[in-house]
């Protein structure tokens, strides 16, 4: 029990154990790592800027860049080989996550915002371009709508295609001043946006002002500056241990080894953990980063982590590692807040589908449709619609289906990001993402 000597001493001596840590925490330069998703309509110039990011960064040369380029024209989608460039290149710095900017695409752009914590959207600045993509139902709104929703707390506006406006300022301002009315109205805070002028083609304002064009009349960060200046993803370290197993490696003799990201906390040798839904307590007996042991790791990072004193066959991807003394809820019932996309036919009240989070994959009920909501303003248009059509924000309340006859980990959205955000779908199309909100 918690009372005994021997609990106490280890609590005691992981008390001290955790002030060693801390302490190695501050004085270490561990890098930080950077979820960053490109949203914006589609042809607004996402794939031309980040390739440039990257090429001119020195993250891919000119001849895989061709490459790519090649063999993605040769299947017709272009704009493909940046995703195919960001695939292969092991950039530290920044995770970019590719996001489509076609309606099709959609949900792809959605799984790519629901892992990301940062966002750049591009915007095209060409006469008509931008005003159509801000029309009522043009991607721009849309995309930024989701970002928001999904919790995207920075977000960088890239006002595009500069040199087809004349390099006009009174073009970017008034751009500027459209998007910034719509994000405010949209929930985004004053200082969680911010705006830069450019042009992907032309290379300018993205890693350097090459002529003087803007310069004229701009003086602000270049692209690659504004990435940098980016806080940093808030490092969780202070709360309760989380991890979601999203792999596991059976040693031959005994042992076992689970992978994936540290959501909260921080893990060190001989720690206890609990997994969860298993409620089974092990011990790590081996934290590895990239394949080499480290003395702890904390939230954000990747990690190995052998542990023992646990049945190896129980343990499966999608069990949560979490802290014995706080450790993560499971339910089978709780509400959200959902946005959908297109579904392919109207949400009723018994709704299936199959949700998506962290590394699991559940089938899920929604049971109520409790309300409906403004998208911009977040207030309640209507209690207890019958139905919920396209793009739609709304509370609903979720249950796990009564065939499965089991409890998953979650946690609020507010409390925990990663654990609380998922997305639905049906016939492996993504119809709507949400978050939790209320753990019944
Ligand atoms: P994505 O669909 O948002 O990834 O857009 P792409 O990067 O594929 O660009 C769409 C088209 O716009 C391509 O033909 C690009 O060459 C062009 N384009 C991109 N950026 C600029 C720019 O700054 N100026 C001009 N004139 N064209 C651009």
Sequence with gaps: TTSSPASKQHKQMSANRRKEIEKMISGSSKKEHLNLVVIGHVDAGKSTIMGHLLYLNGVVNQKTMHKYEKESKNIGKSSFSFAWVLDESEEERITLLDAPGHRDFVPNMISGAAQADVGILVVDAAPDAFEKGFEADGQTKEHALLARSLGISQLA???????????????????????????????????????????????????????????????????????????????????????????????????????????????????????????????????????EAVEYATAGDYVDISISGVDAQLVSSGNVLSDPEKPIGTTNRFKAQILTFVPQRPILNGQMAEMHYSSLNEAIVITKLIALLDKTTGEVKKKNPRVLGDHATAVVEIQLSKSVQKKICVELYSEYKQLGRFTLRENGKTFAAGIITEIL
């Design 157 to 291: 506006v890239v006002v595009n295609k500069l040199d087809m406006a004349e390099w006009s300022q009174s073009r970017y301002d008034d751009i500027v001043g459209k998007m910034s009315l719509f994000l405010k109205a949209s929930g985004f805070r004053d200082k969680s946006f911010s705006f830069l002028p450019l042009s992907g083609l032309a290379g300018e304002n993205i890693v350097q002002r090459k002529s003087d064009v803007l310069n004229a009349w701009y003086n602000g960060p270049t692209l690659m500056e504004k990435i940098d200046s980016f806080d940093p993803a808030v490092r969780d370290i202070n709360k309760p241990f989380r991890l979601c197993i999203s792999d596991l490696y059976r040693a031959q003799v005994g042992g076992l080894t689970v992978a994936g990201r540290i959501e909260a906390g921080v893990v060190s040798k001989d720690d206890k953990l609990l997994i969860s839904p298993l409620n089974e307590v092990c011990t790590v007996s081996r934290v590895r980063i990239h394949g």
